[in-house]
């Protein structure tokens, strides 16, 4: 699997994780971690500035990004081709409530 790979850009290949397993901390890879690390700090200054959610909603965060790099539902439910418009795409996610954190939301738009 891979993160970002619609797009034809970065390529990261996700270490194997058994059916219904949980990606462990000590399997994270060098550059998913900094991936992860730049998503939460994103989601931190969007927290301060919407005064909407705390360090209570991280866990949930970091498990969408997992499975949106594993290309797991909601995420691969969700069709996405050369036409599809990146931003169009995250914003449909929003009206999933297992991508509640990591989509974008209309109300951030306006």
């Known amino acids: ?8 850009g970065l ?8 059916e219904g397993g949980k ?4 399997q994270y890879l060098t550059l998913f ?3 992860l690390s730049s998503v939460l700090k994103i989601f931190q200054g969007e927290q301060l500035q919407c005064m909407d959610a705390g360090r209570e909603v991280v866990p949930q965060l970091v498990d ?12 691969k439910s969700h069709r996405y ?6 931003l ?12 509640r954190l990591i989509s974008v939301s209309s ?4």
Not at 23 to 26: A, D, F, M, R, T
Not at 81 to 86: A, F, G, L, V, Y
């Open 1 to 8: 699997m891979s993160v970002f790979r619609h797009h034809g």
């Open 33 to 35: 971690k900094i991936l």
């Open 81 to 86: 081709s050369r036409e599809t418009k990146p």
């Open 11 to 18: 390529q990261l290949t996700m270490p194997f994780v058994a």
């Open 64 to 75: 969408e990004f997992i499975a949106y790099a594993y290309n797991q539902d909601p995420f």
């Open 107 to 110: 109300f951030h738009l306006s």
């Open 23 to 26: 990606l462990q901390i000590s």
């Open 88 to 99: 169009k795409w995250w914003s449909q996610l929003s009206n999933d409530s297992n991508t």
